[in-house]
Structures are given as structure tokens and as C-alpha cells.
């Protein structure tokens, strides 16, 4: 079983959804993390992510790159062609107060 940190659904949400109106970066991020699970990097294509969130290839091209830009992702390719690998970043992770 998963669990979903808080900060999620209380600060992120919110934010990506309200106040960048992105609630396809907010999908993004979850489908991202949720394959993430275990793994340093995950391996996808636009064309991957579309079609497994159900978003178009141009909304998850666009929500990627809020998420590079906002810093909540990393992304490293072996070459310009190459199909990209993303990390899920969590920059609130040492700075919540417990």
C-alpha cells in the first residue's frame, strides 16, 4: 500500500491546481511518483504519460515542463532523442517543521 504524503494533497494540490491552474502538472506529478515507487528514475515519453493519464501529449509537455521550471522534477537524457528519465523531487522534504 502507498501512502500519500500530506503535503500533497494540503500545500502542492492547491498550489499547482489554484494558483499555476495546472491540474494536469498536479496529475503529472502523482502518476510520476506513484511509478517512481522504488526506482531512482522513471523512464517515460510524452507520448507515454498522455496516454496513461489520459491528458493530451501537449498538455503533459507543457505540465513537464511547470514541473522542471517549479522544481518538483529532474529530468536526464543519454541524448537528445533519447526517451527522457524523471525524478520526482520533493523540496519541502527537511524544511516541514514536524
Do not use: N
Amino acid at each position: 500500500m502507498t501512502t500519500l504524503d500530506p503535503y500533497f494533497i494540503d500545500v502542492l494540490m492547491p498550489d499547482l491546481v489554484g494558483h499555476e491552474r495546472s491540474p494536469a502538472a498536479f496529475v503529472i506529478y502523482l502518476y510520476l511518483w506513484r511509478r517512481m515507487e522504488g526506482r531512482r528514475a522513471v523512464q517515460a515519453s510524452y507520448a507515454t504519460i498522455a496516454l496513461d493519464t489520459g491528458l493530451s501529449r501537449i498538455t503533459a509537455q507543457r505540465a513537464i515542463a511547470l514541473l522542471l521550471r517549479r522544481r518538483l522534477l529532474s529530468v536526464e537524457s543519454d541524448s537528445p532523442t533519447a526517451v527522457p528519465k524523471y525524478t520526482v523531487l520533493r523540496p519541502w522534504i527537511g524544511r516541514m517543521p514536524r
